[in-house]
């Protein structure tokens, strides 16, 4: 192996610009003749807004501009998209009311944009924002997921129900019948919390208008640039998407929350122009609390059906899922197609059906958040797995064995086909690295002084490297999902790739650099990995479902292949040889069989001075574009088991141990695939243990808009955790990988959740498991 | 109203006229360009805004920057030596993988330098508790919990 290639646990490139202050994030970037912009927004979770003043408020020191949802619409502005397309049972379409940048006669949710005002300075908008005073009449505001269908009130007159959609998939008669022939039916009634995202960076952007070119810029926090591009210019501004810079730079974390068009940067544009001038707005965190899109919010009864060995024979899943108040992105496609296509699990389910109605309410759009839709299968499926193993008398480890798919290609009841995995050894290593053996004796051990102890399994599956677009396509993605990269070798031998994934703290600097070097035989010292902005970068879909490494690197080996295929060419003119005699290996083409050879370096020379070149059969130069499409997902895949002990007297739960197996196929760079799993495992014990949105139930106020009421995870709240991998390649990308940036958040909240049911004695806890929660269920059962 | 505050940071004496309301983070940022130190939430919880004052960590959007007038402020853009020769605490971050977006890590870094002059044998559990008011959402702490030791011990 080389000492930088592939599988090398090489620190990173881009860490000593982070260590040292010289990251560029948005709100680093100030422009010459600046402004600054502040959003006023709704105080109110629904109401009509009669009128807005802003007279006074415009005659305040430094005011440069107010506009509202009118003076928008006026312009003959639509709102924003949603990308994915959700039929109804019956066929018809999903119910899409418009999205308005800013607010037009109705705010429907608390922090809905009303008006934009832009000042020479962030404390003059911000003080002319409080100025700006709006009549609202405030109305009942639809708060309950599970009962939003039921409401007297109606977000969107478009949806009286406020029902977007209800969506069936798989063979729902199949399973009724396993359902009524069943040896035995486990059912659980389960809550997916809702969750903020809380990237550390918010949410940022910096639009400018170029007068003498008609062109714009937008600097913006955001994790696909060129998608950001696409929507806004195609499908809300109208702007020609030549005259328009997206720039995402470095970014500070995103988790999802900055996939999508947000209201706030396109308004910033379409405003740069009227006012002259470059605006930025950074969200302060109660904005990021109340606006950026929200995660999860499921509310689910599952039926599992087994015969008498404890085989699964059906799975009945119906689902209510809270969109919030207007479609973000792709609010349709994550409780539907990354949601209930996940359902089989790693088991062998003859038949799944699963229902999903999502609902419109009174709260934050709610879209893709790590995992998106998956950790809510998983939660689903391994609850009920270990449910049922509970009620059958299994052991949970035994019932999973019993129903394993084990033969690949598997093509699961919801429509996926898996193309290869190991999902015993996953377990069976996860098992002896937790010292599952040794439980009882430290169960006993823990009772004897007094805590409960428990130990919780959690046997995930993910659909990662996002997507086939043909496949995307006919489930209703309307975009595709592929990959672009371009490697661009210069006269010296150096070389720029451009990727159109985007790195926001994955470390793609470092990893693509290593899968280019190996490839090429160079140090990784002579790549740089260039992305994050669409002036440079000929095109790309961005950075989400964990499709970075899949899609946007085979795109750049693709790439890579085709400059060897050139170099071939142009080493073979060199050498006076056939182009099918020449091989090359560790940066050198060589005539095979003999020592003639000319390095890297030199081919890239001669194609930038092509003196001795056949020009008459070959363009100069050394630069190839690749597009990639995958042609099915890759299906990350592995066990984690949690092990904690409850103090019964205050509820307070420890994770003693937690261990996680995981199948990412090859690892490019094993350190930073740990620290991918710290940090997902971080967010899913967050999700279990600590963190929830809460609306108030009544007027729709969000309760939990700061860090003093929305617990997230500090140093002090986790363990040290246990992770390992067993490796399967993926079959269909050339590096055999399958990515890993979800994993850790989709597979622990169960196993978190069984493991407190386990020592408790409870069948289900509400995430988060707060010690008031768990002591409660503590006195329900003494 | 307007106050003349100088101070000296990362050694280099300043001063300039600003709003009384300018905190120490605005001047660092804003007026002395210094964009290294973050803001993350403005309410003093989530510590990506953490710089020195005279020696001791403080989160600079919860001090005015008048009341850092007369006093040796360092940020993450002087902790590295003069050649570029990063801090070892910054070196150990970046040998044990203790940051991925980089945006909390500033702040982590300069809590995690205070820790050295106050607990130099710090153990894991004592590096958590000491962290306790720098939030991180990506790595999940366990390499900056190493990185940190491994920093200490530098």
């Given at each position: 192996m080389k000492a930088d290639g592939i599988g090398a646990r090489v620190t990173r490139k881009e860490d000593h610009r982070f260590l040292t202050g010289n990251g560029q994030y948005t709100d680093d970037i100030t422009l010459p003749h600046q402004s600054y912009a502040a959003f006023v927004r709704s105080p109110h979770a629904h109401a009509t807004i009669n009128s807005i003043d802003s007279k006074a408020a415009a005659a305040m020191?430094?005011?440069l501009a107010i506009f509202t949802g009118k003076d928008i619409a006026a312009t003959g502005i639509g709102g924003l998209p949603c990308g994915w397309l959700i039929n109804n049972k019956d066929g018809s379409p999903m119910k899409e009311p418009p999205h308005h940048i800013l607010a037009v006669d109705k705010a429907r949710?608390?922090?809905?944009?009303v008006a934009i005002v832009v000042a020479e300075t962030l404390e003059q908008a911000r003080a002319a924002a409080e100025a700006v005073e709006v009549d609202y009449g405030v109305l009942p505001a639809v708060v309950n997921t599970a009962t939003a269908s039921k409401?007297?009130?109606?977000?969107h007159d478009a949806a009286a129900d406020n029902v977007c959609y209800v969506w069936g998939h798989g063979d729902g008669a199949a399973v009724d019948k396993a359902l009524a022939s069943a040896h035995k039916v486990s059912t659980l009634d389960i809550v997916n919390n809702r969750l903020i995202p809380?990237?550390?960076?918010?949410r940022a952007a910096n639009a400018a208008y170029d007068k003498s070119s008609d062109s714009y810029t937008l600097y913006v926090a955001n994790q696909n640039p060129h998608v950001e591009r696409l929507l806004m210019c195609?499908?809300?501004?109208?702007?020609?998407?030549?005259k328009m810079r997206v720039v995402a730079p470095?970014?500070?974390?995103?988790?999802?929350?900055?996939i999508f068009l947000y209201a706030e940067e396109t308004v910033l544009v379409w405003a740069s122009k009227r006012v002259g001038r470059p605006i930025k707005w950074t969200a302060d965190r109660m904005e990021s609390f109340l606006s950026d899109a929200h995660g999860r919010d499921h509310v689910t009864r599952v039926q599992m059906a087994m015969d008498a060995n404890g085989k699964f024979t059906g799975m009945k899943v119906i689902t209510t899922a809270n969109v919030g108040a207007y479609l973000s992105t792709f609010a349709s496609c994550v409780p539907t197609i990354l949601y209930a296509t996940l359902l089989?699990?790693?088991?062998?389910?003859?038949a799944v059906y699963c229902e999903v109605a999502a609902v419109f309410t009174n709260t934050a759009p709610v879209d893709a958040y790590r995992g998106a839709g998956r950790p809510e299968a998983t939660y689903v499926v391994e609850r009920i797995v270990e449910t049922a193993a509970r009620d059958m008398g299994l052991d949970p480890a035994e019932i999973r064995r019993r129903n394993f798919?084990?033969?690949?290609p598997y093509a699961t009841p919801v429509g996926l086909t898996y193309d290869i995995g190991d999902y015993h050894a996953c377990l069976e290593k996860a098992i002896k690295l937790a010292d599952y053996a040794g439980f009882p004796a430290r169960q006993a051990e823990a009772k004897a002084r007094g805590k409960l102890r428990g130990i919780g399994f959690s046997s995930y599956i993910e659909a990662c490297g996002l997507a086939p677009s043909n496949v995307a396509g006919a489930l209703g993605a309307r975009a595709g999902l592929f990959e672009a990269g371009e490697v661009r070798v210069h006269p010296t031998g150096k070389v720029t790739v451009f990727t159109g994934s985007h790195s926001h703290g994955q470390g793609h600097e470092t990893t693509f650099a290593q899968v280019v070097a190996d490839k090429l035989g160079?140090?990784?010292?002579d790549v740089d990995i260039q992305h994050g902005d669409t002036g440079k970068v000929l095109f790309g879909m961005g950075?989400?479902?964990?499709r970075s490494l899949a899609v946007g690197g085979t795109a750049i080996v693709k790439a890579v292949d085709k400059v060897i295929a050139k170099g071939k060419k142009i080493a073979a003119h060199l050498l006076e040889?056939?182009?099918?005699?020449i091989e090359f290996k560790d940066g050198v083409f060589k005539v095979a069989g003999t020592d003639k050879n000319v390095p890297f370096a030199n081919v890239a020379l001669t194609a930038y001075?092509?003196?001795?070149?056949?020009l008459d059969k070959l363009e100069p130069g050394l630069n190839e574009n690749a597009f990639y499409d995958p042609t099915n997902f890759t299906y990350p895949a592995g066990t984690h088991i949690c092990e904690v002990e409850i103090d019964p007297d205050t509820g307070k739960t420890e994770i003693v141990k937690f261990t996680a197996v995981d199948d990412f196929?090859?690892?490019?760079?094993p350190m930073i695939v740990e620290g991918q799993v710290h940090g997902g495992l971080a967010q899913g014990i967050g999700q279990a243990l600590l963190e929830g949105c809460v609306y108030?139930?009544?007027?729709?106020?969000?309760?939990?808009?700061?860090y003093m009421d929305y617990a997230m995870p500090r140093a002090d709240d986790l363990p040290n955790f246990t992770v390992d991998t067993h490796v399967t390649p993926c079959t269909h990308n050339p590096l055999g990988v399958k990515g890993c940036g979800e994993a850790g958040a989709i597979g622990s909240p169960a196993a978190l959740m069984n493991a407190i049911t386990n020592a408790v004695g409870a069948r289900d806890i509400a995430m988060p498991a707060t010690p008031e929660r768990v002591w409660r269920a503590i006195q329900a059962n003494a | 109203m307007t106050v003349n505050v100088t101070m000296k940071v990362n050694g280099k004496s300043v001063t300039a006229d600003v709003?009384?309301?300018?905190?120490l983070v605005e001047f660092i940022r804003?007026?002395?360009?210094?964009?290294?130190t973050h803001v993350g939430?403005?309410?003093?919880?989530?510590?990506?805004?953490t710089v020195h004052v005279n020696g001791r960590a403080v989160k600079?959007?919860?001090?005015?920057a008048a009341q850092a007038a007369g006093a040796e402020v360092t940020t993450?853009?002087?902790?590295?030596?003069?050649?570029g020769d990063m801090h070892p605490m910054q070196a150990a971050f970046k040998e044990h993988h203790?940051?991925?977006?980089?945006?909390c890590t500033p702040g982590m870094v300069m809590s995690a330098c205070e820790l050295k002059g106050k607990?130099?044998?710090?153990?894991d559990e004592q590096i958590r508790e000491a962290l306790d008011g720098n939030i991180c959402?990506?790595?999940?702490y366990q390499n900056i919990v190493k990185a940190v030791k491994a920093g200490l011990a530098a």
């Amino acid at each position: 192996m080389k000492a930088d290639g592939i599988g090398a646990r090489v620190t990173r490139k881009e860490d000593h610009r982070f260590l040292t202050g010289n990251g560029q994030y948005t709100d680093d970037i100030t422009l010459p003749h600046q402004s600054y912009a502040a959003f006023v927004r709704s105080p109110h979770a629904h109401a009509t807004i009669n009128s807005i003043d802003s007279k006074a408020a415009a005659a305040m020191p430094g005011v440069l501009a107010i506009f509202t949802g009118k003076d928008i619409a006026a312009t003959g502005i639509g709102g924003l998209p949603c990308g994915w397309l959700i039929n109804n049972k019956d066929g018809s379409p999903m119910k899409e009311p418009p999205h308005h940048i800013l607010a037009v006669d109705k705010a429907r949710y608390v922090g809905d944009q009303v008006a934009i005002v832009v000042a020479e300075t962030l404390e003059q908008a911000r003080a002319a924002a409080e100025a700006v005073e709006v009549d609202y009449g405030v109305l009942p505001a639809v708060v309950n997921t599970a009962t939003a269908s039921k409401a007297k009130a109606s977000v969107h007159d478009a949806a009286a129900d406020n029902v977007c959609y209800v969506w069936g998939h798989g063979d729902g008669a199949a399973v009724d019948k396993a359902l009524a022939s069943a040896h035995k039916v486990s059912t659980l009634d389960i809550v997916n919390n809702r969750l903020i995202p809380n990237a550390i960076e918010p949410r940022a952007a910096n639009a400018a208008y170029d007068k003498s070119s008609d062109s714009y810029t937008l600097y913006v926090a955001n994790q696909n640039p060129h998608v950001e591009r696409l929507l806004m210019c195609a499908f809300v501004l109208g702007i020609p998407e030549h005259k328009m810079r997206v720039v995402a730079p470095d970014v500070g974390g995103g988790f999802g929350s900055k996939i999508f068009l947000y209201a706030e940067e396109t308004v910033l544009v379409w405003a740069s122009k009227r006012v002259g001038r470059p605006i930025k707005w950074t969200a302060d965190r109660m904005e990021s609390f109340l606006s950026d899109a929200h995660g999860r919010d499921h509310v689910t009864r599952v039926q599992m059906a087994m015969d008498a060995n404890g085989k699964f024979t059906g799975m009945k899943v119906i689902t209510t899922a809270n969109v919030g108040a207007y479609l973000s992105t792709f609010a349709s496609c994550v409780p539907t197609i990354l949601y209930a296509t996940l359902l089989a699990g790693q088991y062998t389910t003859p038949a799944v059906y699963c229902e999903v109605a999502a609902v419109f309410t009174n709260t934050a759009p709610v879209d893709a958040y790590r995992g998106a839709g998956r950790p809510e299968a998983t939660y689903v499926v391994e609850r009920i797995v270990e449910t049922a193993a509970r009620d059958m008398g299994l052991d949970p480890a035994e019932i999973r064995r019993r129903n394993f798919i084990t033969t690949f290609p598997y093509a699961t009841p919801v429509g996926l086909t898996y193309d290869i995995g190991d999902y015993h050894a996953c377990l069976e290593k996860a098992i002896k690295l937790a010292d599952y053996a040794g439980f009882p004796a430290r169960q006993a051990e823990a009772k004897a002084r007094g805590k409960l102890r428990g130990i919780g399994f959690s046997s995930y599956i993910e659909a990662c490297g996002l997507a086939p677009s043909n496949v995307a396509g006919a489930l209703g993605a309307r975009a595709g999902l592929f990959e672009a990269g371009e490697v661009r070798v210069h006269p010296t031998g150096k070389v720029t790739v451009f990727t159109g994934s985007h790195s926001h703290g994955q470390g793609h600097e470092t990893t693509f650099a290593q899968v280019v070097a190996d490839k090429l035989g160079i140090p990784m010292d002579d790549v740089d990995i260039q992305h994050g902005d669409t002036g440079k970068v000929l095109f790309g879909m961005g950075t989400y479902g964990s499709r970075s490494l899949a899609v946007g690197g085979t795109a750049i080996v693709k790439a890579v292949d085709k400059v060897i295929a050139k170099g071939k060419k142009i080493a073979a003119h060199l050498l006076e040889a056939a182009d099918t005699d020449i091989e090359f290996k560790d940066g050198v083409f060589k005539v095979a069989g003999t020592d003639k050879n000319v390095p890297f370096a030199n081919v890239a020379l001669t194609a930038y001075v092509p003196h001795n070149y056949p020009l008459d059969k070959l363009e100069p130069g050394l630069n190839e574009n690749a597009f990639y499409d995958p042609t099915n997902f890759t299906y990350p895949a592995g066990t984690h088991i949690c092990e904690v002990e409850i103090d019964p007297d205050t509820g307070k739960t420890e994770i003693v141990k937690f261990t996680a197996v995981d199948d990412f196929g090859n690892i490019i760079n094993p350190m930073i695939v740990e620290g991918q799993v710290h940090g997902g495992l971080a967010q899913g014990i967050g999700q279990a243990l600590l963190e929830g949105c809460v609306y108030d139930a009544e007027s729709g106020q969000l309760l939990t808009a700061t860090y003093m009421d929305y617990a997230m995870p500090r140093a002090d709240d986790l363990p040290n955790f246990t992770v390992d991998t067993h490796v399967t390649p993926c079959t269909h990308n050339p590096l055999g990988v399958k990515g890993c940036g979800e994993a850790g958040a989709i597979g622990s909240p169960a196993a978190l959740m069984n493991a407190i049911t386990n020592a408790v004695g409870a069948r289900d806890i509400a995430m988060p498991a707060t010690p008031e929660r768990v002591w409660r269920a503590i006195q329900a059962n003494a | 109203m307007t106050v003349n505050v100088t101070m000296k940071v990362n050694g280099k004496s300043v001063t300039a006229d600003v709003a009384a309301s300018t905190t120490l983070v605005e001047f660092i940022r804003e007026h002395l360009r210094l964009t290294g130190t973050h803001v993350g939430c403005n309410t003093a919880q989530c510590g990506a805004c953490t710089v020195h004052v005279n020696g001791r960590a403080v989160k600079s959007c919860n001090m005015l920057a008048a009341q850092a007038a007369g006093a040796e402020v360092t940020t993450i853009e002087g902790l590295a030596a003069a050649n570029g020769d990063m801090h070892p605490m910054q070196a150990a971050f970046k040998e044990h993988h203790g940051l991925q977006c980089g945006f909390c890590t500033p702040g982590m870094v300069m809590s995690a330098c205070e820790l050295k002059g106050k607990m130099p044998n710090a153990t894991d559990e004592q590096i958590r508790e000491a962290l306790d008011g720098n939030i991180c959402r990506c790595t999940g702490y366990q390499n900056i919990v190493k990185a940190v030791k491994a920093g200490l011990a530098a």
